[in-house]
């Protein structure tokens, strides 16, 4: 059985815990306390003690499953660490991990492990840059999960995993270590390095913020790619900042995205794609604003009678008003 290092760690208690610098990423593991049966099953956990209990879950063939017919099984908990030095990482929540070989045990791990993950950073001349691959799989969790014995204290990786090994873990509390950014980032200086390189706006304003000018440029960019969309400038210039504003590590693949955030898609209409179809759209847009227009002119046509009555009204005023003055004269002569 390969080790890869012995040291001691300390880990204070949750409450104790740094805060996370990335705490607005949404991490999908529960901070309640759950249970895992490799698939999809979730239930509250009881305390520890009731731990070998066995409990039932649903399968993913839909049969009911106790914890006890899993040959491997074991709690998991999961703590996030941004940089590999990191003693104080915080807790997502625990889980439990299960299967009937390794490989389903690393399916497993991975699981509750994919959604605390981030695109992989790696240091070339003490730089950080975005590695190719943007979303992680379950083929790189070696680079991004490690698994410690919390009564020996060592490390494993998912590849020194055994039979042996996951026997001797069995209902038992495991710390699993997920790595923000991969194992690459060793240092808390590596790490802030990729906040102000990677993860902070490219051309900041006083305030910090990213400036108008990109959303303008971006708005111009995803208006250009994604030519089965029509909306207003106001609408681009929302999804634009809406991605701006948005993690440096997510960007890329939100501009990617072949439609705008569900909370914006009101502003944005699919446009017509064969010649026939966007004929026809014209012609239903020409058909609606005639509409409206013969609406509007029988309005103007109303309002048009209703002044032409007025002026009937005051010109038979001046009339009467003319005739005052003659009526006086006469009554002056007799």
């Not at 240091?123 to 991004?144: C, L, M």
């Not at 410690?148 to 060592?154: H, N, S």
């Not at 590849?159 to 038992?172: G, Y």
């Not at 990729?194 to 440029?217: E, M, V, Y």
Request: proline share 4%.
């Amino acid at each position: 059985m390969e080790e890869l290092y012995e040291y001691e760690e300390y880990l204070d208690d949750e409450e104790e815990n740094d805060p996370d610098p990335l705490a607005g990423v949404n991490t999908g593991i529960d901070t309640r306390v759950f249970s895992f049966d490799g698939e999809l099953g979730l239930r509250p956990m009881t305390d520890d003690r009731e731990e070998d209990v066995v409990s039932e879950v649903s399968s993913g063939n839909g049969e009911e499953k106790s914890l006890g017919e899993f040959v491997f099984s074991f709690t998991g908990i999961f703590c996030r660490r941004l940089y590999r030095s990191q003693q104080r990482p915080k807790e997502k929540g625990r889980a439990f991990v299960n299967g009937n070989s390794v490989d389903e045990v690393i399916e497993s791990i991975w699981a509750q492990s994919k959604d605390l993950v981030n695109r992989k950073v790696t240091f070339e001349n003490d730089v950080p840059s975005w590695a190719e691959k943007i979303e992680p799989t379950i083929e790189d969790i070696q680079e991004f999960v490690q698994l410690q014995d919390e009564v020996k204290r060592k490390l494993y990786t998912t590849s020194v995993l055994t039979p042996r090994l996951l026997r001797n873990w069995r209902n038992k509390c495991v710390k699993v270590f997920v790595y923000a950014f991969s194992t690459s980032v060793e240092t808390a200086g590596q790490y802030q390095q990729i906040s102000k390189k990677l993860l902070a706006p490219a051309n900041p304003d006083r305030a910090g913020a990213h400036s108008t000018r990109d959303d303008a440029a971006l708005a111009d960019e995803l208006r250009r790619n994604h030519c089965h969309l029509e909306g207003h400038q106001s609408s681009w210039l929302l999804w634009a900042n809406s991605i701006n504003s948005s993690p440096a590590h997510k960007q890329e693949a939100l501009k990617k995205a072949e439609s705008p955030p569900i909370e914006l898609s009101k502003y944005f209409r699919w446009s017509a794609v064969s010649e026939a179809a966007r004929l026809q759209s014209v012609h239903r847009g020409m058909v609606v604003a005639q509409t409206s227009n013969l609406a509007w002119c029988r309005e103007l046509d109303d309002l048009k009678t209703e002044v032409s009555l007025g002026i009937s009204i005051f010109q038979g005023v001046m009339r009467k008003l003319e005739a005052i003055p003659d009526k006086k004269y006469n009554t002056k002569t007799i």
